[in-house]
């Protein structure tokens, strides 16, 4: 079967979440957990927010991780166990688009980069929302693939690949940028919102990051980049890591809103 767009697998979740977890802390925070409260990460991926997530709530709480990818939850589970914490964290396979629980049953919900692969993502923040009790926060954490920016002198293909990559290589590549409009649309209150840019010096990282290969694969089948291009474009990069002056940069958005 093939992979949906934008797939990335357990193993980058977890590379990428290493350098993202000051940004995972801080959207913790903003869910405002008590001990014994039951918490929602939809788009939970192998688990690595939720078992994070597990001792702030305690045994006597829950947290319920649900992404509709079963080698995602397969690995959740495992990491649960692991953990110690699976009798009171536990994983399911979910759409996103119809969450199969009451409406007001969790005290807070949070999403990590999940709304980037969705055609309908205003769908799955009326269904975080109708989950979340009243009063409770509703936690975005999303990319926006248009802030993507890498130092080249091929600036005219760095565009078309950075553009390709948000309007083509994903559903929703410019995710970020539209949670205030959704926010509101969903009527939440009390909405706040903070940029993190996301930058490194590292090639490898970053072309694992932006999924690279794939990208330039694709973008050249569809004819946005020559072969000749690509070959240039490549050449360059691999010059300025030679050169220990490659930089790459991409902006994740963070917003919380209450529920009336
Ligand atoms: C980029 S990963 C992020 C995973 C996790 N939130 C993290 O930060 O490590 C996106 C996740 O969303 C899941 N996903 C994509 N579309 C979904 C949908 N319609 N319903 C549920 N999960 C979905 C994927 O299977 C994947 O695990």
Not at 130 to 138: A, E, I, N
Request: some cysteine; charged content about 25%.
């Amino acid at each position: 079967m093939s992979q949906p767009k934008g797939y990335v697998d357990p193993e980058y979740l977890r590379i990428m979440g290493d350098h993202l977890n000051h940004i995972k802390r801080r959207s913790y925070g903003l869910m405002q957990i008590q001990p014994g409260q039951k918490v929602l990460d939809l788009g939970c991926g192998p688990g690595t927010d939720t078992i994070s997530l597990a001792p702030l709530v305690g045994v006597n709480g829950q947290v319920i991780g649900a992404d509709y990818d079963e080698t995602m939850i397969f690995e959740a589970e495992k990491h649960a166990k692991q953990a110690g914490v699976d009798t009171w964290v536990n994983h399911q396979c979910v759409d996103a688009m119809l969450l199969p629980f009451e409406r007001d049953y969790f005290n807070s919900c949070r999403s990590e980069r999940l709304f980037q692969h969705l055609s309908t993502p205003a769908q799955a923040l009326s269904e975080m929302t109708r989950v979340t009790k009243s009063g409770g926060w509703v936690v975005v954490l999303d990319t926006d693939w248009g802030s993507l920016s890498i130092d080249s002198d091929e600036t005219d293909i760095e565009r078309r690949l950075a553009r390709f990559l948000a309007e083509f290589s994903l559903n929703n590549g410019y995710s970020g940028r539209k949670l205030y409009r959704l926010f509101k649309q969903q009527n939440l209150a009390d909405i706040s919102f903070e940029v993190f840019p996301i930058t490194t010096p590292n090639y490898t990282l970053a072309r694992m990051g932006t999924q690279a290969e794939k990208v330039e694969q694709e973008a050249l089948k569809a004819g946005v980049i020559t072969r000749e291009e690509l070959n240039r474009w490549q050449a360059g990069l691999e010059q300025a890591d030679i050169e220990d002056r490659y930089f790459c940069s991409v902006n994740l958005m963070l917003f919380a809103g209450r529920k009336n």
